[in-house]
């Protein structure tokens, strides 16, 4: 029957209601490591605890984050999810959204805690021209998608993290700034800041001629 309609028959084993989220190969992506090295170290030297691509499982939901940091004298939790570009904004927000909604649950018990006090959840954006293009074309997106201020991610980055509730907001970092005044910048500011970088492969080049001379 397929062969008279010239279609091909495709079965899948696989459950079609289990989700797991995919990951591109982030080892060889210079400008996300550097922006995870740069947010590690600055958190490391406020005495947090850090944890790089770390996973979770959530009954059908899996994935892995970023970067998590977290203080168990306050059980507060920080999630980072860091995006150099915005090449699919549904599949950024459902893989957001799911980890916003179990990661936190799942890195609590880990460590021997019921629930957090606080969470804050972040997506780290580059601060670049083509990633502010891309929030000034879909602001509204990504305001329903980080509807929060960058008040509690800026009391992690100044050592004091929020004493309770969930927050989620958006803000853009630039990895190569450590000694410029303003490392990062809340989504109100990128509104009408201008670029840092031209683009991903910019800061690229940059940290590959930094690492050739190291």
């Given amino acids: 029957m397929t062969s008279a309609l010239g279609l091909r028959l495709d079965v899948a084993l696989g459950d079609p209601r289990r989700r797991v989220e995919t990951r591109p190969n982030l080892s060889s992506d210079l400008v996300h490591s550097a922006m995870g090295e740069f947010e590690a170290a600055h958190l490391r030297a406020l005495n947090f605890h850090v944890g790089v691509d770390e996973p979770y499982q959530h009954y059908q939901f899996a994935g892995r984050a970023d970067l998590i940091a977290w203080q168990l004298e306050s059980a507060a939790f920080l999630h980072l999810e ?3 570009r915005f090449p699919n904004l549904q599949d950024m927000a459902g893989a957001f959204n799911s ?3 179990y990661l936190g649950t799942s890195v609590a018990q880990r460590v021997g805690l019921k ?3 606080s969470e804050t959840h972040v997506i780290v954006a580059l601060w670049s021209a083509e990633v502010l293009h891309s929030l000034r074309l879909r602001e509204h997106s990504f305001r329903a998608i980080c509807a929060d201020d960058a008040a509690a991610f800026r009391g992690w980055w100044q050592g004091e993290p ?4 969930v927050t989620s907001a958006l803000v853009v970092l630039d990895p190569l700034a450590t000694r410029r005044p303003r490392t990062w910048i809340g989504l109100d500011d990128a ?3 201008r670029p840092r970088h031209r683009g991903y492969a910019d800061v690229a080049q940059q940290l590959g001629a930094a690492l050739s001379s190291a």
Wanted: hydrophobic share 30%; charged share 30%.
């Fill in 82 to 84: 860091n995006r150099t």
């Fill in 99 to 101: 980890k916003r909604a």
């Fill in 115 to 117: 629930r957090w006090r």
């Fill in 162 to 165: 929020p004493t309770n509730g």
């Fill in 191 to 193: 509104m009408a800041v």
